[in-house]
């Protein structure tokens, strides 16, 4: 709040007071406070400045409910949310967590165990996550860690923070997400405590994940410098045009396992036979990822910005 003295501190936090709390005009204010009521507006607006007041606008996501339909349809998937994207990727990305957050607690049940992996999507999801307490529940990752760049939105603190919301326990995968090769891929996976993980994520009852482009500065797989941007273009000619839990896939959802054989995580084919299994997108950047991921048939659910479906079906359309 910077350096203000402590008369003026009091007198900015009690024409707050007056105002947000009981609601009183800047006119009554001003008789409380024996000065002007342009006096008042100057107090009111320095303490909104100074962070005495903070201003949260709760706006309630607006959903479409024909067009979720249209694309659960269309793909024949278990369910689908469709909520209006924002004016930045950021704000879309806040509408479609809030959504997943949603989506979450709706299907959640005692005794289970939800899997999850890692990036900004599921950082954005847990942060809007109520705090809820499920008995019994465990929070395991899906797949090893970034190990690198923002640790908010990697995937040890986003099972904590997930456990934490909900009132359960976590597991992590104490590994990196991928290794120099596939040797020492298959003798991690053999570890006693990274493959009891891996069972429990692969027998878990929600699987929620974000669904990874490699668009250029898309991919949380470069940010992390697993590949490089030639390394990148190199999966692209080779037909990769996403990610999940990790791993490549084409534009048919077929793994590319020259990239794959190196990754810790669980086997993909988990992904299709989970009861919830949760795809999360918020950018029109990733509709062919979105496609791909569909196609290979990794989530049964799919929670996306109405711009990112609408390119979606485009995509189909233009076919």
Known sequence: MGQIMRPKMSRLIRAAELYYE?????????????????????????????????????????????????????????????????????????????????????IIERDITIGITFGQTLYHTVQALDETPVEGVEIVQMVGALGEGDSQIDGPEIALRMAERLHGTYRYVHAPAVVESQEIRDVLMQLPQIQETMNRAANADIMIQGIGSLAEEMSSLERAGYIS?????????????????????????????????????????????????????ASPLKASAVLAAIRGSYFNTLVIDDKSAHEVLHLIDSE
Request: hydrophobic share 45%; no cysteine; glycine share 6%.
């Open 22 to 106: 009981r609601n009183l005009s800047q006119r009554e204010i001003a008789n409380i406070l024996g000065t002007s009521r342009s006096k008042v507006s100057r107090l009111l607006a320095e303490a909104r400045e100074v962070g005495i007041v903070e201003i949260t606008i709760n706006r309630p996501i607006e959903k479409m409910p024909e067009l979720s339909e249209e694309i659960r349809k269309a793909f024949n998937l278990r369910d689908v949310v469709v909520v209006a994207a924002g004016e930045t990727y950021l704000d879309s990305l806040r509408n479609v967590a809030k959504a997943a957050s949603e989506l979450l607690l709706s």
């Open 229 to 281: 941007s030639e390394e990148r273009l190199m999966y692209q000619e080779q037909g990769a045009v996403g990610h999940l839990v990790a791993k490549l896939i084409d534009g048919q959802g077929n793994e590319i396992s020259s990239f794959n054989n190196r990754v810790v995580a669980m086997p993909f084919e988990y992904m299709r036979i989970a009861k919830w299994s949760i795809g999360v997108s």
